[in-house]
């Protein structure tokens, strides 16, 4: 009798699975041809496994996401030609100049740059996986306790002890599946600015041209007035976020809100598990991609993703009014606008890689919303004062004044003279919260204290 225990077993069966035995044989994966699976998957689907397994310390390895990302992106990429870098360049210095009159924040420290579709990828990965690292945490976290408690009851210790081991696999998956992401983004995306988080480094602008020129088919619009356009609404979005430095790391932070609150639904992996097929390994990445086995998000989780919608959605609602202020010479304004507008009502890059990411999927109509609201406080207020609530976060626009940006405009323009700001709900509640504890601490008179 073998005096093993099933914690040796299940130990021998992994290095059996994920690497070879003593002997160093390891599975033949010729052997699964007459098991209808096909040997050439099976292997590659082990390798990412095996890679997984034998990544060292607690955190994710990210090398799949840069290789995949740049697989994709390089595949198709034609580099950046001397035309497309002067006129581009061309159309940054305009665009420049015109942003003077639009907006008050400060010019950008260094000069936007033109970059091909394998150069955004490496130039914004750091960003994506400072933004996917919660997330994956949380999956691959909720994925092993899910596992665990699914497991029987002799096995959980030994589940338990794999835990840093589940993690690194659950992490991977999520690594790879977010190069996959990030390379077809890089197929699609126009400029640095284009996805609406703050994916390029601090103050850094850039526009890819491929992408660009592939924008532009169909349209009809001038080339140079298109370029002149986008030239605009990516310095704004540098510029904001280079004026703004808390605002990247509000933006971080509410992400990391939404992951903390992630689970995994065990019905929905338990029947996963009961239907996996080897020879199908496509239901189990679809699973991933898809949030299959995510259940329905919780409160909290809904509140983190509606202040990260109105926050995105007074991003590029700024944007889009600064770029469209500094580009109103250009003769067919209207037509890029309403072309940008239609291409984010389609599913542009931002809802792709936030959909991918977080679930959350932008409402055009809030966009819009907040545009008007800023397009109303700088008629108000003027372009210094509008500019001015990017200051502090506190002073940034509500929900609220996205729905009515009439109290808004009161106080700054009160502010603006010097004046009292007008009452509102929120003042008399505080004012009634510190009449009632003014009188709180005055329960006891002369004449003793008061009968309660």
């Known amino acids: 009798m073998s005096d093993d225990t099933p914690e040796d077993d299940f130990q021998e069966m992994l290095r059996r699975l994920l690497g070879g035995g003593a002997d160093g044989g390891g599975i033949d994966f010729e052997q699964l041809r007459g098991m209808g699976v096909d040997p050439a998957m099976m292997q590659q689907m082990m390798g990412a496994l095996q890679n997984a397994f034998a990544g060292a310390g607690d955190g994710i390895s990210w090398d799949a996401t840069r290789t995949g990302a740049l697989h994709i992106a390089n595949r198709s990429d034609r580099g950046v030609s001397a035309g497309q870098r002067a006129d581009l360049d061309q159309a940054f210095h305009l665009a420049d100049l015109w942003l003077g ?14 970059l091909t579709r394998g150069q955004w990828v490496e130039e914004t990965l750091p960003v994506w996986q400072e933004l996917a690292e919660p997330v994956a945490t949380s999956v691959a976290d909720a994925l092993t306790e ?49 996805v609406g988080i703050p994916v390029m480094p601090a103050g850094a602008a850039a526009i890819l041209p491929q992408n660009f020129a592939d924008l ?3 349209l009809e619009i001038p080339d140079d007035q298109l370029a002149l356009y986008f030239a605009a609404r990516e310095i704004a979005h540098a510029r904001l976020f280079r004026h703004a ?21 065990t019905e929905a992996l ?31 989780q809904k509140q983190a993703l509606a202040r990260l ?27 890029i606008a309403e072309a940008t507008r239609r291409r984010r009502a389609t599913g542009g890059p931002a809802s792709d890689a936030l959909g991918a990411l977080v679930g959350l999927q932008l409402r055009p109509r809030r966009l819009r919303e907040a545009a008007a609201m800023w397009q109303a406080v700088g008629d108000a207020v003027g ?48 004012a009634q919260l510190l009449a009632e504890a003014e009188d709180g601490g005055d329960e006891e008179g002369p004449e003793g204290p008061r009968p309660v």
Do not use: C
């Not at 605002?247 to 995994?264: F, K």
């Not at 700024?318 to 304004?333: C, E």
């Open 245 to 265: 430095r808390w605002l990247r790391l509000h933006v971080m932070s509410q992400v990391t809100d939404y992951a903390r609150g992630l689970r995994v639904d």
């Open 216 to 218: 532009g088919t169909g």
């Open 146 to 194: 899910a596992l665990r408690a699914q497991a029987p009851e002799e096995m959980r210790d030994v589940v338990q002890g794999a835990g840093r081991m589940l993690r690194q696999v659950g992490g991977s998956l999520f690594a790879a599946q977010l190069g996959q992401v990030v390379g077809k983004l890089s197929l699609e995306v126009v400029s640095g600015g284009d």
């Open 309 to 335: 919608e109105n926050m995105l959605a007074l991003i590029e609602g700024w944007v889009d009014v600064v770029a469209a202020g500094a580009t109103a010479r250009v003769p067919q304004l209207d037509r």
């Open 383 to 430: 372009v210094a004062a509008r500019d001015s609530l990017w200051d502090y976060p506190d002073l940034v626009p509500t929900s609220e004044d996205i729905d009515d940006p009439s109290a808004l405009i009161a106080r700054l323009e009160a502010r603006a003279r010097g004046d009292e700001a007008p009452r509102d709900e929120m003042d008399d509640a505080l």
């Open 101 to 114: 009159d639009a907006t008050a924040l400060a010019p950008l420290a260094e000069a936007p740059r033109v």
């Open 270 to 300: 338990d029947d996963l598990a009961t239907r996996f097929d080897p020879a199908n390994p496509e239901e189990l990445q679809d699973a991933l991609k898809n949030g299959a086995l995510l259940p329905q998000q919780t409160d909290e």
